[in-house]
Protein backbone atom coordinates (compact mmCIF):
# COMPACT_ATOMS: atom_id res chain seq x y z
CA UNK A 1 0.00 0.00 0.00
CA UNK A 2 2.99 2.26 0.75
CA UNK A 3 3.77 2.46 -3.22
CA UNK A 4 0.31 2.82 -4.32
CA UNK A 5 0.04 5.76 -2.06
CA UNK A 6 3.15 7.41 -2.93
CA UNK A 7 2.74 7.13 -6.74
CA UNK A 8 -0.85 8.66 -5.99
CA UNK A 9 0.96 11.65 -3.88
CA UNK A 10 3.36 11.70 -7.07
CA UNK A 11 0.46 11.96 -9.50
CA UNK A 12 -1.44 14.63 -7.81
CA UNK A 13 1.78 16.97 -7.32
CA UNK A 14 2.43 16.38 -10.78
CA UNK A 15 -1.28 17.54 -11.63
CA UNK A 16 -1.09 20.46 -9.35
CA UNK A 17 2.33 21.56 -10.90
CA UNK A 18 0.81 21.39 -14.28
CA UNK A 19 -2.20 23.23 -13.34
CA UNK A 20 0.10 25.60 -12.15
CA UNK A 21 2.01 26.12 -15.04
CA UNK A 22 -0.98 26.20 -16.87
CA UNK A 23 -2.79 28.99 -14.73
CA UNK A 24 0.94 31.30 -15.06
CA UNK A 25 0.71 31.28 -19.08
CA UNK A 26 -2.90 31.73 -19.40
CA UNK A 27 -2.85 34.80 -16.85
CA UNK A 28 0.52 35.86 -18.52
CA UNK A 29 -1.57 35.43 -21.98
CA UNK A 30 -4.96 37.52 -20.48
CA UNK A 31 -2.53 40.54 -19.33
CA UNK A 32 -0.40 40.12 -22.45
CA UNK A 33 -4.21 40.91 -24.91
CA UNK A 34 -5.33 42.94 -22.51
CA UNK A 35 -2.40 45.44 -21.45
CA UNK A 36 -2.61 46.73 -25.01
CA UNK A 37 -6.37 47.66 -25.47
CA UNK A 38 -8.17 50.54 -23.78
CA UNK A 39 -11.40 52.21 -23.95
CA UNK A 40 -12.28 54.44 -25.85
CA UNK A 41 -15.22 57.59 -25.92
CA UNK A 42 -16.04 59.18 -29.51
CA UNK A 43 -18.02 62.57 -29.26
CA UNK A 44 -19.23 63.21 -32.70
CA UNK A 45 -20.25 66.52 -33.50
CA UNK A 46 -23.88 67.22 -34.13
CA UNK A 47 -24.83 63.60 -32.40
CA UNK A 48 -26.98 63.42 -28.77
CA UNK A 49 -24.25 61.11 -26.92
CA UNK A 50 -20.25 59.15 -27.27
CA UNK A 51 -19.53 55.79 -28.57
CA UNK A 52 -17.67 53.83 -26.64
CA UNK A 53 -15.47 50.97 -27.93
CA UNK A 54 -11.79 48.74 -27.46
CA UNK A 55 -9.28 49.72 -29.57
CA UNK A 56 -5.58 48.51 -29.60
CA UNK A 57 -2.84 50.72 -28.56
CA UNK A 58 -1.04 50.42 -32.15
CA UNK A 59 -4.37 50.89 -34.08
CA UNK A 60 -4.22 53.88 -36.57
CA UNK A 61 -6.05 56.85 -35.55
CA UNK A 62 -7.83 56.33 -39.24
CA UNK A 63 -8.88 52.77 -38.11
CA UNK A 64 -10.44 54.27 -34.98
CA UNK A 65 -12.22 56.84 -36.78
CA UNK A 66 -13.38 53.51 -39.09
CA UNK A 67 -14.63 52.17 -36.43
CA UNK A 68 -16.16 55.02 -34.77
CA UNK A 69 -18.07 55.50 -38.39
CA UNK A 70 -19.51 52.26 -38.72
CA UNK A 71 -20.52 51.66 -35.33
CA UNK A 72 -22.73 54.75 -35.52
CA UNK A 73 -24.03 53.84 -38.59
CA UNK A 74 -24.96 50.27 -37.05
CA UNK A 75 -26.75 52.27 -33.93
CA UNK A 76 -28.77 54.14 -36.63
CA UNK A 77 -27.67 57.61 -35.25
CA UNK A 78 -28.68 60.76 -36.63
CA UNK A 79 -27.39 62.64 -38.81
CA UNK A 80 -25.94 60.36 -41.14
CA UNK A 81 -22.45 60.83 -41.98
CA UNK A 82 -21.26 58.28 -44.75
CA UNK A 83 -18.29 55.90 -44.50
CA UNK A 84 -15.67 58.11 -46.19
CA UNK A 85 -13.12 58.08 -43.66
CA UNK A 86 -11.12 61.01 -45.62
CA UNK A 87 -13.98 63.88 -44.79
CA UNK A 88 -13.28 63.70 -40.90
CA UNK A 89 -10.75 64.12 -38.59
CA UNK A 90 -10.10 63.06 -34.82
CA UNK A 91 -9.42 65.54 -32.37
CA UNK A 92 -8.36 64.38 -28.41
CA UNK A 93 -10.07 66.47 -25.75
CA UNK A 94 -7.02 66.97 -24.03
CA UNK A 95 -5.20 68.92 -27.38
CA UNK A 96 -7.19 71.06 -29.63
CA UNK A 97 -4.74 69.72 -32.95
CA UNK A 98 -6.22 67.68 -35.08
CA UNK A 99 -4.86 63.83 -35.20
CA UNK A 100 -2.36 62.32 -37.43
CA UNK A 101 -4.39 59.44 -39.10
CA UNK A 102 -1.05 57.91 -39.59
CA UNK A 103 -0.57 57.26 -36.06
CA UNK A 104 -1.28 55.08 -33.36
CA UNK A 105 -3.98 56.05 -31.18
CA UNK A 106 -1.90 55.24 -28.12
CA UNK A 107 0.53 57.44 -28.62
CA UNK A 108 -1.76 59.96 -28.12
CA UNK A 109 -2.26 59.22 -24.18
CA UNK A 110 -6.07 59.70 -24.12
CA UNK A 111 -8.40 58.31 -23.59
CA UNK A 112 -11.38 60.71 -25.14
CA UNK A 113 -11.49 62.36 -28.41
CA UNK A 114 -13.97 63.72 -30.61
CA UNK A 115 -14.90 63.34 -34.30
CA UNK A 116 -15.67 65.84 -36.79
CA UNK A 117 -16.21 66.55 -40.50
CA UNK A 118 -13.27 68.31 -42.60
CA UNK A 119 -14.08 71.89 -43.36
CA UNK A 120 -14.07 71.80 -46.90
CA UNK A 121 -12.86 75.62 -48.37
CA UNK A 122 -14.36 76.53 -51.79
CA UNK A 123 -12.50 76.38 -54.81
CA UNK A 124 -11.50 79.67 -56.46
CA UNK A 125 -12.55 79.36 -59.91
CA UNK A 126 -12.20 81.97 -62.48
CA UNK A 127 -15.48 82.86 -62.82
CA UNK A 128 -15.81 83.14 -59.05
CA UNK A 129 -13.16 85.24 -59.12
CA UNK A 130 -14.61 87.67 -61.33
CA UNK A 131 -17.52 88.04 -59.66
CA UNK A 132 -16.07 88.77 -55.94
CA UNK A 133 -13.67 91.42 -58.15
CA UNK A 134 -17.12 93.16 -59.84
CA UNK A 135 -18.35 93.06 -56.49
CA UNK A 136 -15.38 94.85 -54.55
CA UNK A 137 -15.48 97.74 -57.92
CA UNK A 138 -17.48 100.41 -57.68
CA UNK A 139 -18.65 102.37 -54.36
CA UNK A 140 -21.20 102.16 -52.31
CA UNK A 141 -22.99 105.06 -53.27
CA UNK A 142 -23.23 103.08 -56.27
CA UNK A 143 -24.49 99.79 -54.51
CA UNK A 144 -26.59 102.01 -52.11
CA UNK A 145 -28.80 103.38 -55.69
CA UNK A 146 -29.06 100.24 -57.23
CA UNK A 147 -30.44 99.11 -53.96
CA UNK A 148 -33.35 101.68 -54.05
CA UNK A 149 -35.59 101.29 -57.37
CA UNK A 150 -36.86 105.25 -56.25
CA UNK A 151 -35.54 108.39 -55.71
CA UNK A 152 -35.27 109.94 -52.24
CA UNK A 153 -36.45 113.89 -52.62
CA UNK A 154 -34.02 116.58 -51.63
CA UNK A 155 -35.43 119.36 -50.65
Not at 46 to 54: K, N, T
Not at 91 to 97: C, P, V
Request: proline content about 3%.
Amino acid sequence: MDKRQEKMKRNLSEKSQLMQRHKKKNSNDAQSTNKNRFLVTVNVLGSAGPIRFVVKEDDLVSAVIQTALKTYAREGRLPVLGTDINKFILHSTADSAALNPSEAIGSQGGRNFVLCKKQIQPQMTEARSEMISHKRSGSWKAWLNKSFSFKIPSY
